[in-house]
């Protein structure tokens, strides 16, 4: 079997519980060496054999992988994150199914929780923003029609910007072309999401570019946008008071139905329940 795993964020104690046992159990294990913490292979036995993805290709990594499997030793694929989020394990999965190879998916923090959790902030505030794009500028790797970041940046949505830290003056003016973000609105650039060197850098989008040169970020950053990072915002619906829950009655008038969209679903349950 090959297992996928979330390696998590960075921090060690990321990793998952299942995680952490697949890697302590694997008898072969592939890492994103460029990428994941090496403290997590200290969870591996003696006897696993270790091979650094940084430096291999894809045919690579699946010859390995197939010969691992046909001598029935469990393997495990090591991914930054989550491997769901710029992973690029479809594709090794796509020729594990073509060898007819068994494996599954353990997932993990991405490093967009790792960097909320730095900035601590809510990507997902009442009357703020309610959507999270996750994204790249377009480099080596194209993007679809439609997805170019000033299209995106017209939605003035929570925007996660990965792998785009070398090119932080394209991706202000991209953010700034979309229309909906002004030179105020304010940004975040966060290095290294929850490791021991990790490092926060707020600003607005009109000094983005100005902040990573000063700080001397190129790699290895999320760039976070949007209103929820500063300002007000309106309370949750779901611990008001005046809000019927499948689990708690209104002390006060509920509110109209519709008010709330976003917690539709909540008052409907709870008009069930009656």
Request: aromatic content about 4%; glycine content about 10%; proline content about 5%.
């Amino acid at each position: 079997m090959i297992h996928f795993v979330g390696a998590g964020s960075g921090a060690p104690d990321l990793i998952t519980v299942r995680g952490q046992r697949l890697l302590s159990e694997a008898d072969v294990v592939i890492w994103a060496g460029s990428l994941v913490n090496p403290q997590l292979l200290e969870a591996c036995k003696p006897s696993c054999a270790i091979h650094d993805s940084a430096r291999m290709t894809l045919e690579q990594v699946i010859e390995v992988m197939a010969a691992a499997d046909a001598e029935g030793k469990e393997v495990v694929r090591l991914h930054t994150g989550d491997p769901s989020i710029y992973g690029a394990h479809r594709e090794q999965m796509d020729e594990l199914d073509r060898l007819g190879i068994s494996y599954d998916v353990c997932p993990g923090v991405s490093s967009f929780c790792g960097a909320a959790a730095a900035l601590r902030a809510e990507f997902t505030l009442p009357g703020v923003s309610q959507s999270v794009i996750l994204t790249r500028l377009e480099g080596r790797t194209p993007k679809p029609a439609g997805e170019a970041t000033r299209d995106l940046a017209a939605h003035g949505a929570t925007t996660v910007v990965f792998l785009s830290a070398s090119m932080l003056d394209k991706l202000q003016a991209e953010l700034l072309a979309g229309g909906a973000y002004t030179p105020d609105t304010p940004a975040a650039i966060v290095y290294k999401a929850t490791w021991p060197d990790e490092r926060v850098l707020r600003c607005t989008v009109g000094t983005l570019a100005q902040t990573g040169a000063d700080n001397g970020i190129c790699l290895t950053a999320l760039v976070v946008v949007g209103g929820v990072l500063a300002g007000p915002h309106d309370r949750s619906k779901l611990y008001d008071p005046t809000f019927t829950t499948l689990f708690r009655k209104a002390s006060h008038a509920a509110p109209a139905r519709g008010e709330a969209p976003g917690d539709a679903c909540v008052a409907d349950d709870a008009d069930n329940d009656n």
